[in-house]
């Protein structure tokens, strides 16, 4: 017997423990064990098997590390209907999250108890997949179609007190998952029960199935894996038996798992959680941080105040004038008073979030027992500089200083104390209490464990926290200027600004560049412009006509008017006619003739400018690998989670054909258009992006 899975007899029950940590994975050799354990259970004369898992959790899903793999026997659809066949009573007790294969077993298993802790679900669709263990046949013949079609698309956990409700799991029992889980076998023997095969169930309601597959596919924005598995729960209701819907749903998991999606979202996962494992924090132990202050309680400082106060974490935060410290404590008050509708807090946690746990102050005084501080006043050098200068006067020795600029230069800000080695950037993205993004962004004399407590601090406020080196715009930022150039290249060049906006939406952004603009408020573009045009290179291309909109006083949404019109109540603008005048004007004054762009062009544009730049971030070490500017892409910009992130995608598209298509571009603009020397190093060497995060 594996020791994947352990087997032990209680009177007439055989127990088939599983202790695969962290998380009961069902790899194969718990694959095996469970096989091995049911074939033993039938030789020696058992009358019922408890399946539980040690640990965390009980089997919290297939082993994503085995995709891409061979498969190895026993396959979990096999084992699940192997285990659903056998005549002993099969009982599984369920703690922690059972999810995905895991709960495929339980389902196959003849009765299911839980903890009331326990939580379940189906999340493949987030991996671009779909349960490919008999999940689609069998949640729906216990839960209905319409729950089954709900929790399958969207890859939510339930509690157990839902799927209580929705007939998932037959009990929920105070207790350790082995104790529910005999108790609840014995009764059962005791009582005669049946076998209870769920495959042998009737098979469940049909609906409108290509109506939940046409609305699937539209809320997936270009993500398929939830749309196809529409199509395997309408074989759970119409093919000719449960063995034919299972064919089915192997058919439609196998072209998932072959797919890019699958690739791109696995990418994501392992990512998401590799991102703050750096070899540099090995063995360095972050500060302890107790208590936080905040300098400015604008939007950002008011939304870090929030995180931090959600997070549990006490806040002093500091403002200038009593009018400053009153509206601070308004939007703070406003952003929790949301958390509360969305039942994320209780009423009395609200009163404690803005009573004790939040001071507002004007006195610099009051930061004296912080352990770290994040200051979000208005970007500008000086009045930064000012500001760490008193920090270093009232803050206590050991205290983290933080700075949340956007782009302007750590080292500077540093130089303003006594204690360049308790500084580091930590850029949040607006609103902070919601984006999950958190560039940690390290100085030259940032002390180790500084870094440490950023990505400390990262966790406690449940961010996805990036490091960054220096330079302008860290990562985030400094990527989106360069794949924003080239969208307003393309419309200088010929294309509109709105068939650019449909085509980044198509490829599954949220927002095109001119929508997000309009949104954020052209106007702070605008003055980014402004700061760098002194230093800009003068075979630098400027397009004008997004100047000359700002110069018309047309600033997007905040104006009503950008580059679309919004008339009042309704959601989303118009095209602005006043842009189409000003773009012919800026190429009549640059000699330009327009030319049409297709819609794949525009696109293969975009993406190939963000990725070199993408890889112009690794290769000067700002970003430290690949993976991470794909989360600084997935969690601040809205890149379709289902590509895993610009450099993923590109790996998936081919590095040799983005280089040659920047290179035919270089033709036209070779001062925008330098190709990177990483990418051209990668395609030199036949690797990939890929290839860089490995062991890194
Ligand atoms: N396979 C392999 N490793 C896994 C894993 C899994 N399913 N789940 C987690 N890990 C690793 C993870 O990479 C991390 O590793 C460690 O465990 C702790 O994870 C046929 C085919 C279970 C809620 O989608 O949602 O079943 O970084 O940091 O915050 O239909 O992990 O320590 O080296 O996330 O407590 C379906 C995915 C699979 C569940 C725990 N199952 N996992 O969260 O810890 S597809 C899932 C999670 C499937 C069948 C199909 C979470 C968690 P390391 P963690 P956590």
Redesign the pocket.
């Known amino acids: 017997m594996s020791e994947a899975i352990a087997y032990e007899r209680v009177g007439d029950i055989a127990v088939l423990k599983a202790q695969n940590p ?2 009961n ?1 069902l790899g194969v050799d718990v694959r095996k064990g469970l096989l091995a354990g049911i074939e033993r259970a039938e030789k020696d004369g058992a009358k019922a098997v408890l399946i539980y898992g040690e640990g965390k ?1 009980y089997f ?6 085995e995709f891409g793999k061979p498969p190895q026997e026993p396959w ?1 659809p096999g084992l699940c209907s192997r285990i659903e066949a056998t005549p002993l009573i099969v009982v599984s007790a369920m703690h922690g ?1 059972a ?3 895991g709960l ?1 077993v339980a389902l196959a298993s003849h009765y299911r108890i839980a903890v009331p802790s326990a939580k379940m679900g189906l ?2 669709v ?2 671009g ?1 779909l ?3 008999g ?1 689609t046949q069998r949640l729906p013949r216990v839960a209905g179609t319409e729950a089954a079609l709900e929790m399958i698309t969207t890859g939510r956990h339930i509690s157990a007190a839902e799927a209580l409700e929705k007939g998932i799991i037959d009990r929920i029992e105070d207790g350790a998952p082995r104790e529910i889980g005999l108790a609840y076998a014995q009764e059962l023997l005791a009582q005669g029960a049946p076998r209870r095969a769920v495959g042998e169930m009737p098979a469940p309601e049909a609906v409108d199935f290509d109506a939940v597959y046409e609305a699937t596919l539209k809320k997936g924005r270009g993500q398929l894996s939830p749309a196809v598995a529409v199509r395997a729960v309408q074989a759970a209701a119409e093919a000719e038996s449960f063995e034919a819907g299972l064919k089915r749903e192997r058919e439609l998991f196998m072209e998932l798992m072959d797919s890019d999606q699958r690739q791109g979202l696995i990418h994501a996962f ?1 990512s998401e ?1 590799a991102v703050s494992k750096l070899p540099e924090l090995d063995g360095v132990a972050s500060r302890d941080v107790a208590s936080m202050g905040v300098i400015g309680g604008g939007t950002m400082g008011a939304g870090i105040a929030t995180a931090a106060l959600l997070a549990g974490l006490p806040v002093v935060l500091i403002e200038m004038t009593d009018e400053a410290v009153t509206a601070a404590r308004g939007r703070i008050e406003g952003n929790l008073k949301g958390a509360l509708k969305r039942g994320k807090i209780s009423q009395a946690q609200y009163d404690q979030l803005t009573g004790e746990a939040l001071t507002v102050a004007m006195d610099y005084a009051a930061l004296s027992q912080v352990d770290l501080v994040v200051e979000a006043v208005f970007e500008d050098m000086g009045v930064k500089r000012e500001v760490f200068g008193k920090l270093d006067v009232h803050c206590k020795p050991g205290a983290v200083l933080a700075t949340n600029t956007s782009y302007l230069d750590v080292d500077e800000i540093a130089a303003a104390t006594s204690r360049p080695q308790d500084v580091i950037g930590l850029h949040f993205f607006s609103p902070a209490h919601v984006m999950k993004l958190l560039e940690v962004v390290v100085a030259e004399k940032t002390a180790p464990e500084v870094l440490a407590t950023g990505f400390a601090l990262g966790k406690r406020l449940k961010k996805v926290a990036v490091r960054s080196g220096i330079c302008d715009g860290f990562i985030g930022n400094r990527i989106m200027n360069a794949y924003r150039k080239a969208a307003e290249y393309v419309v200088l060049d010929g294309a509109s600004p709105y068939q650019v906006d449909k085509v980044v939406t198509g490829f599954g952004f949220p927002m095109g560049p001119f929508a997000m603009g309009d949104l954020a408020g052209l106007d702070i573009n605008w003055a980014a412009r402004k700061r760098r045009a002194p230093t800009r290179d003068p075979r630098e291309r400027v397009p004008r006509f997004y100047e000359m909109l700002c110069e018309g006083g047309d600033f997007g949404q905040k104006t009503g008017k950008g580059f679309y019109i919004y008339e009042d109540g309704r959601r989303g603008g118009v095209p602005n006619p006043k842009v189409a005048e000003l773009i012919a004007k800026d190429q009549e004054q640059q000699g330009v003739t327009p030319r049409e762009f297709s819609d794949a062009e525009v696109l293969r544009r975009y993406m190939c400018a963000m990725v070199n730049e993408a890889a112009k971030v690794v290769g000067e070490g700002i970003a430290r690998r690949p993976l991470d500017v794909d989360m600084v892409m997935l969690f601040g910009y809205g890149f379709p989670r289902f590509w895993g992130g610009p450099l993923k995608w590109a790996d998936l598209q081919g590095l040799d054909g983005i280089l040659a298509d920047i290179r035919a571009y270089a033709a036209e603009d070779g001062f925008f258009w330098q190709p990177a020397p990483l990418l051209e190093q990668l395609v030199a060497e036949g690797r990939t992006f890929d290839s860089l995060n490995k062991g890194s």
Do not use: S
Not at 60 to 65: C, L, N
């Open positions: 962290p998380v994975a959790t919290a899903g297939a082993d994503i590390r979990l999250t999810l995905g294969g495929e999340p493949e987030n991996l997949i349960p490919g263990a999940g392992f959680r």
